[in-house]
């Protein structure tokens, strides 16, 4: 039986929680040993991944596959190797074999080239574990975590480059602007520059086509630009544009379900809720259901993704039993923080 929520603290609730889930887990191990073959697995969903990515390409290329399906199936494709990456960050396969382990690092780092150098996420990764919720953690930060709702946030949570822009703009001396430029140089290194660079090339090329030929004046671009931007369209549609899809699903749901600002340190049961409401599994298709898995993570930390997801149903009843928060929609108003307001004086006696 559950001991009394109300006779723990908040360490004793997070605790039993790590308990309860880690003792499924090993259950679902003995029950199916396939599931003990953890190296495999993360190979072989790799494989299942870039295969999947490829042959999509493949058959939009060859005329067989519509544009927007080809989009849509390699975000989603790409979505489980961002769960690997993330495994990878806490040393889940191949631990003890680095050739391997680091060649599964590069082969993510090459389906997904919007984000950072994997090397580098991996200190502020880890450093959110330990920092989760406060102004030191530069990783939730990066993706809007504790960001206003405005019109700022919606351009930053889902590209990466406006996201430094925007805060090189806000920068308060010449001195900050140099390290923020610098850092996103280096951090995005090369793939995310020619990743972005090739966004806004063909958002860029295709805005001013389009603006030219409403306004009756279209340009008559050379054979050698046409053939650039073909080149540009294939990408986007079969890498670019999945990573940009993945990436606003992934940081909006990451960003609203991780706390911000007011978190008691070292506090896991405050530092994530549970989001998984029925009207954002369009998002949450595109970044493997993270906002119903990943606070399951935060409490035990060396789960990998694929047993992390059939734990859910049972880690979501005890992390219910223990006060873990499930839809707070507040937190979009408050900018991520903890702290419910309570209600002013008058709406008390409104409904009094």
């Known amino acids: 039986m559950s001991p009394s929520p109300a006779s723990l603290n908040d360490q004793q609730r997070a605790a039993h929680i790590r308990e309860q889930v880690m003792a ?65 960050i806490h040393s889940m396969y191949f631990r003890k074999q680095p050739l391997p382990h680091n060649l599964m690092l590069a082969l993510v780092w090459l389906a997904r080239p919007s984000t950072i150098n994997p090397w ?98 279209p340009i008559a671009w050379s054979a050698t630009t046409l053939s650039v931007m073909q080149v540009v369209n294939v990408a986007v549609v079969v890498l670019v544009g999945p990573n940009v899809l993945r990436t606003f699903c992934l940081h909006f749901v ?5 706390y911000y600002g007011d978190v008691e340190p070292g506090n ?13 599994w369009p998002l949450q298709a595109f970044c493997f259901n993270f906002g119903s ?25 005890v992390m219910r039993e223990m006060g873990v928060r499930f839809n707070d929609f507040g937190t979009f108003a408050r900018a991520n923080r903890w702290t419910r307001r309570a209600r002013t004086q008058q709406e008390r006696a409104s409904t009094a």
């Open 24 to 88: 499924h887990g090993n259950a679902l191990r003995q029950r199916y040993p396939i599931l003990q073959h953890q190296d495999a697995f993360g190979a072989g969903i790799l494989a299942f991944a870039l295969c999947g990515m490829i042959g999509s390409a493949a058959l939009y290329i060859g005329g067989h596959l519509p544009w927007w399906a080809c989009l849509l199936l390699n975000a989603f494709f790409a979505s489980l190797t961002h769960e690997l990456e993330h495994d990878l």
């Open 120 to 217: 580098v996420r991996r200190h502020l990764h880890l450093n959110h574990h330990k920092v989760s919720g406060s102004e030191a953690d530069m990783e939730e930060r990066a993706i809007t975590n504790g960001e206003p709702w405005g019109i700022a946030r919606l351009l930053m949570v889902g590209d990466n480059m406006m996201s430094s822009f925007i805060r090189w703009l806000r920068a308060k001396n010449p001195e900050h602007r140099r390290l923020i430029l610098t850092r996103t140089l280096k951090v995005y290194a090369p793939l995310g520059l020619l990743n972005w660079a090739t966004w806004y090339l063909f958002l860029g090329f295709h805005l001013l086509d389009w603006t030219a030929a409403a306004l009756g004046a």
């Open 254 to 258: 990451s960003s609203n379900m991780h």
């Open 268 to 280: 896991v049961i405050q530092q994530t809720q549970v989001l998984n409401p029925w009207w954002l």
């Open 293 to 317: 898995s990943h606070a399951i993570h935060h409490f035990v930390v060396k789960e990998p993704f694929y047993i992390r997801q059939l734990t859910v149903p049972f880690a979501h009843r």
